[in-house]
């Protein structure tokens, strides 16, 4: 099986004697894990899982985009064989070779010039939208776009198997954690994850917003990997294929890749959170349940828009420029209890009864 393609910048190793203080969840990363490791571009975020659903369902998911890009494929090919005969005679024509597509200008009217003029440039336009636009996206699907393994080349390598490894990482909103802006507008690389986001831990916005939510185990275990690609998150086929590559030559087994948060530190190197080890394939995030749960009361009590004006105040409080005071989410809390009240409930007793503030983003903190 051969490696996929790498990064150009050199691999970033896990340093054998990393520092002793890394803050929970995440702990070193097993050097069991470091052949694998080095094929990752270390300004990324990169979580892995298990997709274990059956291999005729897994077919059928891959089926729809393969017809899919077949099909604009084939209509692709039809309009550059339309094309070519015409671009060729104009390019002639240009030239003052006699061809069908040649103008005589000297014997035309400037409204037939016009309207020439006008067909060919919304000819010319129709054809780069459809050769940069939609022709990226059978090209992507088959060959892979900007060094990176393809769809087809992930499963023509891993073919489809009982278990499979899924890797995804961060996309572009991760830049902010892994890049710093200098005076002169430059965006300089850093060496690893801006160390805020490994020290706010769970609590903190990127986690608690982009990190949680794509490790939570209804959303792992119940999608097959190649659904699990959404706004945040982006499948890393040519990590797919080296983690299989790596089980097939019996460096790691399955269990090496379940569901996990991979990322890189500059003082520590590769960390890991083993999401698996304490919540099985997935986290089931104390907020997010409370916060369906929230939900579904509401809605039984016929107040779902209460529930949409709640979220919308606890948003506008903690969007606010700054950190998030005491005092904010004091504020926070004082609205929502306003809001409760002129819908007719009890706040104080809707609370207890789904178990308190706690873990509920901005109104953790009431005293």
């Not at 892979?144 to 393994?149: C, D, E, F, K, W």
């Not at 005076?183 to 706010?200: I, N, S, T």
């Not at 990127?206 to 982006?234: C, H, I, N, Q």
């Not at 005092?327 to 009864?353: S, T």
Request: hydrophobic share 40%; glycine share 10%; proline share 6%.
């Amino acid at each position: 099986m051969p490696k996929p393609r790498r990064n150009a910048k050199p691999p970033s190793k896990t340093p054998h004697n990393p520092p002793s203080r890394i803050p929970p969840p995440f702990t070193p990363a097993p050097p069991t894990l470091e052949s694998f490791l080095e094929t990752l571009d270390p300004s990324h975020i990169y979580l892995t899982s298990l997709d274990a659903h059956p291999i005729a369902f897994k077919r059928r998911i891959f089926a729809i985009p393969l017809m899919l890009n077949c099909f604009l494929l084939i209509c692709l090919l039809w309009r550059l064989q339309v094309a070519l005969p015409v671009y060729r005679d104009i390019f002639a024509g240009v030239l003052g070779y006699e061809t069908p597509q040649k103008v005589d200008v000297r014997n035309m009217e400037r409204g037939e010039l016009a309207g020439i003029g006008g067909k060919r440039a919304l000819m010319f336009l129709g054809d780069f939208v459809l050769a940069r636009f939609v022709g990226m996206w059978p090209w992507g699907f088959f060959l892979g776009t900007r060094g990176l393994a393809s769809p087809v080349g992930w499963r023509r390598w891993v073919k489809f198997r009982e278990v499979e490894v899924v890797v995804r990482r961060s996309r572009r909103w991760d830049r902010e954690l892994f890049f710093e802006e200098k005076a002169d507008w430059r965006e300089v690389e850093r060496e690893g994850v801006k160390e805020g986001f490994l020290e706010d831990g769970r609590e903190g916005k990127v986690f608690r917003d982009r990190v949680l939510p794509a490790v939570e185990k209804e959303w792992v275990t119940k999608k097959t990997g190649y659904t699990l690609m959404d706004k945040s998150w982006d499948l890393y086929f040519g990590g797919m294929i080296q983690a299989h590559g790596c089980i097939d030559r019996g460096d790691n087994t399955l269990d090496d890749f379940r569901t996990s948060v991979i990322v890189h530190t500059e003082k520590a190197g590769w960390v890991i959170w083993e999401v698996w080890r304490k919540h099985g394939d997935g986290a089931g995030d104390e907020g997010t349940m409370k916060l369906r749960a929230v939900k579904d009361k509401l809605m039984g009590m016929g107040k779902e828009g209460l529930f949409f004006r709640w979220i919308e105040v606890v948003q506008n409080e903690t969007s606010q420029a700054g950190d998030l005071t005491v005092e904010k989410q004091k504020k926070a809390v004082q609205k929502v209890r306003e809001e409760f009240e002129e819908e007719g409930v009890d706040f104080d007793w809707f609370w207890k009864d789904v178990g308190g503030l706690e873990s509920m983003p901005g109104m953790e903190i009431t005293g």
